[in-house]
Each structure stands twice: as structure tokens, then as C-alpha cells.
């Protein structure tokens, strides 16, 4: 008989819960074969704009672990992972010509440098008569069940949020095979690479990390259940999402969200069972009010295209300021501008790949609006070593902090001080990641610049030697 055959690529959807295209795939085919490929432009390549390595070795790990978890997963279930290092539209398209497939199916991407492969993977495969078939996979709403098309998606936050969080619902997670159909074409399975194939050095955790991510989907889902189910860290989300030191404050869900290890409607639901049986409060709502923000940014990217890469933004309004200096932007990504909480924040981020939200608000306001630097710059470097990268959720942040966003009243220029103060009134986070500033006492630690002479010597610091001068005044933010 007749076997139909399809291929099923893995994108940012490195998991079995929830996976439609999987789904749409063992529905239409009699034999699936999965298949991933690290595109090389992505791990090897640059940054569009300043040349930074697209792909940090936090984020290169991560997606190594998750991979090796998927195939572990799969090959549990009877299949395989077919692995490859390559360009997805000639790899997956030698695979398709080898295997005659009649398709492949993945999770459709929309931002333009992934839309290029899927494109071109899809052009090859109609030369040989084969088709791509797109599923969904990213997101809690599907643009089909929203009341607006998405040309029309509102451009502000609150008022997408007030037209679709009573009025439309979150379909539920699909739920993960139970067995999967052998692979019988004879296929290399490939090996995994290593982090110096992709351009990295393996490196251990620096022991000051937070939290250590771990790739993979049973990480990420063993990290919800913890969150939830074991340490009921939720109930407290709201107050605790913006403390600094330590790894239960915020949910840390974002690296597997990123990947596609764990799939957003999977978190809503267990969020839902979880108010089913304790009830729901004012932190269970700000969790799905944050997935609400990341579907919106995601519609924002569909709607207003590459404009989100551009320095005028969506909103077309680009600062004549703004400039592309690269020694103040490396002072910046050093942690050496200074000013403690932008310091430790930088140092943080460089050391781990994570940074915390309100870290992520200050260090880049402090770039764009104290610097003057073009919020362009800081983006390339967030987008090279965020563990948890998500181009969305990333040019969409930074598209609001520069005030380019499609949201008119996202203009946020932070005072850091007042931000220093208030999340960090010890100094405890700048003294952990800065520790030449160990010795000062809470009232001075956030403020080293306005030291005078003799308390310098008091305290042991020099400033300009021990820790640079400050390349904006703390003062600005005093008054
Ligand atoms: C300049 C800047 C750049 C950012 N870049 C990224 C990025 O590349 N990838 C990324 O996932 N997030 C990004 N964020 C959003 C946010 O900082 C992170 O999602 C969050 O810190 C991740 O930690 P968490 O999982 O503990 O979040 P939690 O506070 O526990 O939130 C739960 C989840 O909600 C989503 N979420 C929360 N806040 C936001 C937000 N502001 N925008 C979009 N989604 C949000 C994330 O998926 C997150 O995992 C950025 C924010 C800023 C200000």
C-alpha cells in the first residue's frame, strides 16, 4: 500500500504538548518524520544592523538541551529526530526529495527573517510537486478567533486586552502523542552539535546565576508545576514579580516559552486549574494579563511587519538624537556606566543570558533616553544574549521604551534612582553582581559618584579606579 509521508520541521515549537502542526501531521500522514535543523544564519550569523553573534552561548545552549530533550521524547514515543546544521529550505528539502514526501508541516513564523526560510523551503518543495501546511503554535488566541482582523488589531495594549480577555476564549492545549509511527526511510539521524560548532566555547554557570535554565519540554513544564502546583509561588506574583535577588520571584517561564517548549495555552490552563481549586486572585490574573501582553506584541510584529526593526518604529518617530555610538553602547553592555543598578543589571545579563523585567525597563531607558544612544543597538544586543530571545517580545519592548511603539503613551523614561531605591532599598542585588561596592552602606551604594574624597578613603573605594566615574550624574535623578 501506499504510504503517505510527511515531514514534520521544528521551529520554536521544541515540544509535543500542545503541537498542532504534530497533530495536523499524524492526522493527515501515515508516517511522520520530525526534523530540526540549526539554520546556521542563526547560530553563526550576525546581528542585522551592528554585527553582534545572532545567537548568544546562553540562548545556543538552551536550544542544544531542548533539542536533545525533544529527540529523547520522541524516540520514547517509537520515532526519531532527524538533526541537522545547514540552511531549514535546503536540509529539510533534501529530506523531503530522499523520504518523497507528500508534505511539511510546521508552526508558521511571521517576522520576516523567519518567513524568508518557510518561503524558500516552500518554494523548493513545489519544484517536486510537495507542499507546506502551516499550523499555529506561539500564541493563547488564534487570529481567527479575534473580533478584528488583524490589520485592525487595536494599536494600544488596554484596548486589545478589553476586546478580547472576556470575549474570546483560549482554546485548549492540544494534548501530546501517545505513540508515534517508526521512521522507515533510511535517514542519517545526524548528531547533535556541540556549542563550538556553533561558535561558542562550553562554559559552566556563573554560580551567581539566579536560576539555571535547562532546556527541554519536561523542564519547562516540571518549572509550571513547580510555580503552581508545589510552592503556590503564584499567589504572591504580584508582589514579588519585581524583586531582583533570587529565583522564585517572576515565573522564569520565559526561555521555554521563547523555544516553544511550553506552549502558552498550556500554562493558561493549568493557571485556570489552579484557580479552580485555590481561587483566583489579583497574581493569577497578572500572569494571563502577561500572556495577553505577549500574544499582543506578537500581533503588533504581524501587523506593522519590519517596522518594528526600525529605528521610527511603528509609531514613526525616530529622536534626530539618537546616536549609533559604539564606545558608549560598550561601556553600557560592560556594566561599567557608573550607575550601580544599570552596572549590576549589565553585569547580570552578560553572566547569565537573563536579566529580570524591571532590570530590562531601566537598562534600556537608561541607554535611549540618558545616553542618547540608538535603542537599535541596545535591541541587537538583548536579541544576541537573552537566554529567552523572542522577536516579538523583544523589538516590542524596546519599540515602547524608546517611545516608538505603536502604543502612544509608551513613552517611558525611567528615574533610576527613584527605580534603585525602591527595588533594591539594601543594595543587596548591586552588591551581589557588583562586589567592589560591597563595603558602602545602603544609603550611598546606589549613589558611589557623589562620595567626596574622604569618604572614598574611608570606605576603600576609589572611584575611577575600583569603579568607574559615573557617565551620567546621579544628581539628574535626585531632585
Ligand atoms: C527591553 C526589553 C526586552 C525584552 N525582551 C524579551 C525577550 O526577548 N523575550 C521575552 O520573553 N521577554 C522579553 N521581555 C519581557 C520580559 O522582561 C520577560 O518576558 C520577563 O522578564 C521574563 O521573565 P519571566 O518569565 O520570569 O516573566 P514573568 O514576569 O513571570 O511573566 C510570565 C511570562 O509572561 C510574558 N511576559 C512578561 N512580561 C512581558 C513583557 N513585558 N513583554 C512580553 N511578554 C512578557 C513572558 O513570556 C513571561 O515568561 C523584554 C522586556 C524589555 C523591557
Request: proline share 6%; with cysteine.
Amino acid at each position: 500500500m501506499y504510504t503517505k509521508r510527511a515531514i514534520l520541521w521544528f521551529r520554536l515549537d521544541l515540544r509535543l504538548h500542545d503541537n498542532e502542526a504534530l497533530h495536523e501531521a499524524l492526522n493527515s500522514a501515515d508516517e511522520v518524520i520530525p526534523v530540526y535543523v540549526f539554520d546556521e544564519r542563526t547560530f553563526l550569523g550576525n546581528t542585522h544592523f551592528f554585527g553582534f553573534p545572532k545567537t548568544g552561548k546562553y540562548r545556543a545552549k538552551f536550544i542544544i538541551e531542548s533539542v536533545a530533550a525533544l529527540r529523547q521524547s520522541l524516540q520514547e514515543l517509537g520515532s526519531n529526530l532527524i538533526v541537522r546544521v545547514g540552511k531549514p529550505e535546503e536540509e529539510v528539502f533534501e529530506i523531503a526529495k530522499k523520504a518523497r514526501t507528500s508534505w511539511v508541516f510546521c508552526n508558521r513564523e511571521r517576522t520576516e527573517e523567519e518567513a524568508r526560510v518557510q518561503d524558500a523551503l516552500e518554494k523548493n518543495l513545489w519544484s517536486v510537486g510537495q507542499e507546506m501546511r502551516y499550523s499555529r503554535g506561539k500564541l493563547l488566541y488564534y487570529t481567527s478567533d479575534l473580533p478584528f482582523p488583524i490589520q485592525h488589531t487595536p494599536d494600544t495594549f488596554t484596548q486589545f486586552r478589553k476586546e478580547v480577555e472576556r470575549y474570546v476564549p483560549v482554546r485548549s492545549p492540544l494534548p501530546a502523542p501517545e505513540k508515534l509511527p517508526p521512521i522507515t526511510v533510511a535517514l542519517e539521524p545526524g548528531d547533535l552539535p556541540g556549542l563550538p560548532r556553533l561558535g561558542h566555547e562550553a562554559f559552566t554557570p556563573d554560580p551567581r546565576s539566579a536560576a539555571v535554565f535547562q532546556g527541554g519540554e519536561q523542564e519547562g513544564l516540571r518549572r509550571l508545576h513547580y510555580y503552581l502546583w508545589e510552592e503556590g509561588l503564584i499567589d504572591e506574583f504580584r508582589e514579588t514579580r519585581d524583586m531582583l535577588l533570587g529565583p522564585d520571584y517572576s515565573t522564569r517561564l520565559s526561555p521555554w516559552l521563547a523555544q516553544g517548549c511550553l506552549s502558552p495555552k498550556m500554562v493558561y490552563y493549568e493557571l485556570r486549574k489552579y484557580e479552580e481549586q485555590y481561587g483566583r486572585n489579583k497574581s493569577t490574573y497578572d500572569l494571563f494579563y502577561y500572556l495577553m501582553l505577549r500574544d499582543f506584541l506578537r500581533f503588533m510584529a504581524k501587523k506593522h511587519c519590519n517596522q518594528i526593526f526600525l529605528k521610527a518604529g511603528p509609531a514613526n518617530n525616530a529622536d534626530p538624537c539618537w546616536r549609533n555610538d559604539t564606545a558608549l553602547l560598550q561601556q553600557w553592555i560592560d556594566g561599567r556606566t557608573g550607575v550601580p543598578f544599570i552596572d549590576a543589571n549589565m553585569r547580570e545579563i552578560s553572566l547569565t543570558g537573563y536579566m529580570s523585567n524591571r532590570g530590562r525597563q531601566n537598562v534600556a531607558s537608561f541607554l535611549v533616553n540618558d545616553l542618547g544612544v540608538n535603542w537599535q543597538m541596545g535591541a541587537e544586543y538583548f536579541e544576541s544574549v537573552l537566554v529567552d530571545y523572542d522577536v516579538a517580545s523583544n523589538w516590542g519592548n524596546w519599540n515602547a521604551i524608546a517611545g516608538v511603539g505603536s502604543d502612544p503613551r509608551e513613552n517611558r523614561n525611567f528615574n533610576i534612582l527613584s527605580q534603585a531605591r525602591a527595588y533594591d532599598p539594601k543594595g543587596e542585588y548591586v552588591k551581589h553582581w557588583l562586589p567592589e561596592l560591597r563595603g558602602l552602606p545602603p544609603e550611598k551604594v546606589h549613589q558611589p559618584d557623589q562620595l567626596s574624597s574622604s569618604e572614598q578613603e574611608e570606605l576603600h573605594l576609589r572611584i575611577g579606579d575600583d569603579y568607574p566615574r559615573a557617565m551620567v550624574s546621579t544628581e539628574k535623578w535626585s531632585s
